[in-house]
Each structure stands twice: as structure tokens, then as C-alpha cells.
């Protein structure tokens, strides 16, 4: 496959939705033993999968001649350096659930977002659509910190749930 493609973009954003689905999955068993949280984190996983799956469709209306064309150089940046850190390397050093917590804001708050909202501003089919994707997107990012348990709402009660290692 060519380089610094469309093309490779895509490919490059659902790797990059899929090491989230992987990174939620795997703070999920690592707080196993509080039902919330896990109920929480596969929320999470459950709408990453959802992002790669729609990706994954999207890509396949892109015409081929498109797919060829250059992506953003920024972007491609962006993507790779993103998939240079593993979700396996992430939860290794995962101890309490407040490290849980920062590391899975900074995730959404990160650039993997602007290249998924890139991607949908370009090829989503309508404007409609694009609109309804982008407030997903949104409701997404900030659901962390708005839709977390209650009972683990602050640091100092975050800090209290060890990691089952």
C-alpha cells in the first residue's frame, strides 16, 4: 500500500480506535471488582468498537482514486505517533483508578479524535451526518469526566480503588 495516503489514514485511525476498544477492555479487568467502573469502561470499549466499525464503512464508499490522494501530513504524524504507544504498555503502569481515570481523559482529549473528526468532516456522507458525528464525538470526550460513577467522583476516592494486578 502506498504512503502518506487517504488510505492509509483510515487504516491508521482504525488502529488507533481499535488500541482504544483494547485499552478500555483492559481497565475494565483491571478494576473488575467494582461492578461500576467496569460497567463504565465497557461502555467506552463498546462505542471505540462502534468507531472503528463505522471507519471501516466509511472507507469502503471513499472512491479509489481518493484513497490514493495524500492525507494531512499533521495527521499522519499524529496517527503514528499515537499507535507508537501500546494500550498493553498504558494499563502496565496503571495502579489506582485515579491513573486510570487521568490517562483515560488525556486518551480522549487527544489527537485520536481530530483525525476521526477529520475523517468524518471529509467523506461523511451528508452534512446532516456530519453534524450528528461530531456532537457523538463530543458527548464521547467529555462523557469522562461527566458520566463517571458518582462514588468514585473525586481523586482522593479514585486513589482508594487499587488496580487488581
Known amino acids: 500500500m502506498p504512503t502518506n495516503t487517504i488510505a492509509e489514514l483510515f487504516e491508521l485511525s482504525i488502529a488507533l480506535e481499535r488500541a482504544a476498544e483494547s485499552f478500555y477492555r483492559g481497565l475494565g479487568q483491571l478494576f473488575a471488582h467494582e ?11 463498546r462505542e471505540e468498537a462502534g468507531h472503528a466499525r463505522f471507519l471501516e464503512q466509511l472507507v469502503t464508499r471513499v472512491n479509489e482514486e481518493k484513497l490514493r490522494q ?10 503514528r505517533r499515537l499507535l507508537q504507544i501500546s494500550p498493553e504498555e498504558l494499563l502496565a503502569n496503571i ?14 482529549n487527544a489527537e485520536t ?4 473528526e477529520a475523517l468524518i468532516a471529509d467523506f461523511a456522507v451528508t452534512s ?12 464521547h470526550a467529555e462523557g469522562i469526566s461527566r458520566d ?5 467522583d ?3 476516592a479514585r486513589i482508594a480503588v487499587q488496580a487488581d494486578r
Open 35 to 45: 461492578p461500576e467502573v467496569v460497567n463504565f469502561w465497557q461502555k467506552y470499549e
Open 70 to 79: 495524500a492525507a494531512p501530513a499533521d495527521l499522519l504524524t499524529a496517527a
Open 95 to 108: 495502579t489506582n483508578l485515579e491513573e486510570a481515570y487521568q490517562i483515560a481523559l488525556q486518551t480522549e
Open 113 to 116: 479524535n481530530l483525525i476521526f
Open 128 to 139: 446532516q451526518a456530519v453534524t450528528f458525528l461530531k456532537r457523538q464525538l463530543k458527548d
Open 148 to 152: 463517571f460513577p458518582p462514588r468514585f
Open 154 to 156: 473525586t481523586p482522593a
